[in-house]
């Protein structure tokens, strides 16, 4: 058995991989809006790199800060006040 | 041995920097003929980005990968929902994303039948129904089972079945993913190959279990959100589901392609060329129950849940989600017939013509509505969907492989430590293997004729023989072996039959106007329908085990665990019924 206490949680890996893709994809959104290239994709006009780009940023960060190393709020601990009983509960911390 | 493989540990990073190197380069010396489309350098970000983190991911979690227990089960220790998306994730290859968006366009909306009627009712099952065996009796895997059930002949003609289909599902998966990038980024097919299964390799045989769950729930939240544009944006150009539906009918008038049932009375009223009975019996029965409740590629992900709740919530939580896969999914295939300029093709027709096949309809979904940025997102999400297929076929190999077959027939006596090393070992030899496999594949015309093909040789027998044990307690040793063995072997011979003499495909479909996929479908009926006849009729003339040597493993020899006082929200059956619910209605609606 491994020791759980210093385990990052995986969504605070998939937070931080959210806001930066975020951040990318706005960027570039932003990019195109004020340099439109030649080969536009259909619906350009609703610039769709934006608001998604800008909503996986809203996700990146709710996660990041949810599930900050050491903030000692991960998944583990908040599912082990719902999970009640079980064949062997009150095992070690999940992921 | 070990000690090698401590100093490939070490060397890790530097592996991982070994392996995005040449992507790096790849990225951005890209041939231009051939392609798709050209990436945009943010994409190219987007795609190195997603690489670093997943082998970063591995090297971290290699200190939390130890013992057997945590290198093959993830230490038993995930929650509902990170079994529950894994479980997902695993089945979520890229072959399942490309694959069922091509069905889609070529069959319609009868390709969901493949995520509603030919999973959901097995998920519920096997969370509700046939979790507890599994876990109750602690087995590390599937054929494991088998072993307690029925003894050791069935546990390995189990593991070596199942080891055999799993490296050939991995180099299917491989190709499949080799050809898109080839397809949609130019890239050359063999270093597609080499790269992406090299990153696996270096991620599984790190951190095991751990680190192939790990990175499949990652993956499985990028697929969902570089796939979800495309159906949004489509349904806003055709005016929602009606404008779709009503441009479909327009464009293909011959079929019906968007109602699930209504057409199904008769063979060639369908573009798929199906009865119902073969939808339901076959796939909605047989081969998904065989898939969901005893492929160890996506039990091994439930078995790792921390306690019995979590490995009974897992499936539930899992098919809840399959449920609405078709929106990312079948929703491209089905906008790709309503609003793409040129009629696609099958691929044989496509080779010959220069004109795009079927299989190409999602990357031409991406291309049409993501710009810059979006579209790395997108391509991310077709290689997170290849990269949780073979991780999932590569860990469960493993697993089958050293539990199974190395510390069964080979050298029952060792230390723990020593089955972890043998495990990344295995791991690496069936990427190896699942290489080899896929320039196998390249031979093939069809390879979902391929895949399914497999299924019904090795895992509907299977469902035979597992459903036998669970809840039959008269069906002995000698039955379960010869009952899985003759329903492998007929469904071979059905497969050759029809390979030697098409005409066969009449008697094996039951109608004349029977398609391949129906072909597929009635197979794994009669397969499995012969395997558990000739489970019954062994096992009536040979003696049962004692009833004490079957507690833990047979329906009504074991005492669940109680869930006390869980408020009617938190229990797995409330769940699985609201699953159901919806699923009943979905089918309505869609009738």
Redesign the interface.
């Known amino acids: 058995?491994?020791s759980?206490t210093s385990?990052?949680s995986?969504w605070f890996?998939?937070g931080a991989?959210?806001l930066?893709?975020g951040l990318?994809?706005?960027?570039?959104?932003i990019?195109?809006l004020v340099v439109p290239?030649s080969q536009?994709?259909?619906?350009?006009q609703?610039h769709?790199?934006i608001w998604?780009?800008g909503l996986?940023v809203l996700l990146g960060c709710i996660y990041c800060y949810r599930f900050f190393p050491g903030k000692g709020h991960d998944?583990?601990s908040h599912?082990s006040q719902?999970?009640?009983?079980?064949?062997?509960?009150g095992?070690?911390?999940?992921? | 041995m070990d000690a090698l493989l401590a100093g490939c540990a070490r060397l890790a990073p530097w592996i991982a920097v070994t392996v995005c190197m040449p992507l790096l380069v790849a990225l951005w010396v890209q041939p231009s003929n051939g392609r798709l489309f050209s990436l945009h350098w943010v994409d190219g970000v987007i795609i190195l980005i997603y690489f670093l983190l997943v082998l970063g991911i591995g090297v971290y979690l290699r200190k939390f990968a130890k013992t057997g227990e945590d290198f093959f089960l993830a230490g038993r220790q995930m929650t509902a929902w990170i079994a529950g998306l894994s479980f997902l994730a695993a089945n979520l290859g890229s072959l399942e994303l490309m694959g069922w968006a091509a069905s889609a366009y070529q069959y319609g909306i009868l390709a969901t039948h493949w995520y509603w009627i030919g999973a959901i009712p097995a998920m519920l099952f096997l969370g509700i129904v046939m979790m507890p065996f599994y876990y109750v009796c602690k087995t590390h895997s599937v054929p494991g089972y088998l072993k307690l059930r029925f003894g050791e002949s069935s546990r390995a003609l189990a593991a070596i079945t199942f080891g055999v289909m799993t490296v050939l599902m991995s180099g299917v998966n491989i190709y499949s993913m080799a050809l898109v990038m080839k397809v949609v980024l130019g890239w050359n097919i063999n270093f597609s190959i080499w790269v992406s299964s090299l990153t696996v390799a270096v991620y599984v045989v790190l951190g095991g279990l751990l680190s192939a769950i790990f990175n499949e729930v990652l993956q499985f939240v990028l697929i969902w959100l570089g796939a979800m544009v495309v159906p949004i944006l489509g349904l806003i150009e055709t005016g929602g589901w009606k404008g779709m539906t009503e441009r479909i009918a327009q464009s293909f008038p011959a079929h019906d392609h968007t109602h699930l049932w209504s057409t199904l009375g008769n063979f060639s009223d369908n573009p798929m060329g199906i009865h119902w009975t073969g939808i339901v019996l076959g796939l909605g029965f047989v081969i998904s129950f065989g898939y969901w409740t005893t492929d160890f590629l996506v039990v091994q992900r439930v078995l790792s849940a921390r306690d019995l709740r979590s490995a009974r919530m897992a499936p539930v939580i899992g098919a809840a989600f399959k449920m609405a896969v078709p929106f990312i999914v079948i929703l491209p295939g089905l906008l790709g017939l309503a609003v793409l300029p040129e009629k696609l093709v099958g691929e044989s027709q496509a080779v010959a013509t220069g004109a795009h096949s079927y299989n190409e309809v999602l990357p031409l979904m991406l291309a049409r509505y993501c710009g810059p940025g979006l579209l790395g997102l997108g391509i991310t999400a077709l290689m997170a969907g290849f990269m949780s297929g073979m991780a999932g076929n590569v860990s469960a190999f493993a697993t089958v492989w050293t539990y199974d077959i190395y510390r069964a027939l080979v050298r029952k006596q060792a230390a723990d430590a020593h089955y972890v090393s043998v495990g990344r070992w295995c791991t690496i030899l069936g990427v190896l293997i699942s290489i080899g496999t896929a320039y196998l594949v390249m031979q093939f015309l069809s390879i979902m004729d391929y895949v399914q093909a497999l299924f019904t040789f090795f895992i509907a027998p299977l469902f035979g023989t597992v459903l036998l044990g669970m809840f039959w307690k008269r069906a002995t040793p000698a039955g379960g072996f010869w009952g899985l063995l003759a329903g492998t072997l007929s469904s071979i011979g059905m497969w050759a039959w029809v390979k030697v003499d098409p005409a066969a495909l009449s008697y094996i479909a039951l109608s004349p106007h029977a398609k391949s996929m129906a072909e597929n479908m009635y197979r794994g009926l009669w397969c499995w329908l012969i395997c558990v006849a000739v489970t019954v009729t062994v096992s009536f003339l040979t003696k049962p085990k004692p009833a004490a040597e079957l507690a833990g493993l047979v329906y009504g020899t074991y005492v669940l665990p109680s869930e006390g006082e869980l408020p009617l929200y938190k229990r797995p059956v409330f769940w699985a019924i609201v699953v159901g619910v919806v699923f009943i209605v979905l089918n309505i609606i869609f009738w």
């Open positions: 058995m491994y759980e385990r990052i995986i890996f998939i991989l959210l930066v893709y990318l994809i706005t960027g570039a959104g990019y195109d290239p536009q994709p259909v619906l350009s609703l769709a790199g998604w780009g996986l998944t583990a599912e719902s999970s009640g009983t079980g064949a062997s509960g095992r070690a911390k999940g992921l």
